[in-house]
């Protein structure tokens, strides 16, 4: 199962890339092969500030509907538009192009409680 080193995550499934001010966030390979085949990403939180572990948006897959949580305050600032044609990309690709948001982070002393990938492999067994 694939967790890459230069992310950060969070134990309820999402992970976290850390450019500047700026966090890119989706969720996990781990994640997305437990729900299954993802139809359709939900996030109506473009442009709102929305603090850390808050509700940002919702996956829906085949079967089941499952919460995003914010791993970080900020402001919502992007969604990743091209999952509203093509969800499936968070199954194929969720560290590239299955991305979900960015946003301006606003507490950067958050950064220190994600985990690290050695901690989530450990959390998901892998």
Do not use: C
């Not at 950060?8 to 390979?29: L, P, S």
């Not at 092969?33 to 939180?45: A, F, H, K, M, P």
């Not at 940002?56 to 970080?72: I, N, Q, R």
Request: no cysteine; charged share 30%.
């Amino acid at each position: 199962m694939s967790v890459p080193t230069e992310l950060k995550y969070t134990k309820d499934h999402e992970w976290v890339r850390i450019e500047g001010d700026v966090a890119t966030i989706g969720i996990t390979h781990f994640a997305q092969s437990e729900l299954g085949d993802i139809v359709y990403v939900d996030v109506d939180t473009v442009d709102d500030s929305v603090e850390k572990d808050e509700v940002f948006g919702s996956v829906e897959a085949v079967k089941t509907v499952s919460d995003l949580f914010m791993p970080l305050s900020g402001e919502v600032t992007t969604f990743n538009e091209e999952l509203e044609d093509e969800p499936e990309k968070v199954n194929s690709d969720p560290y590239g192009d299955g991305w979900m948001i960015k946003i301006s982070i606003s507490d950067a002393s958050q950064i220190d409680q994600l985990l690290t990938s050695e901690q989530y492999s450990e959390l998901i067994g892998a």
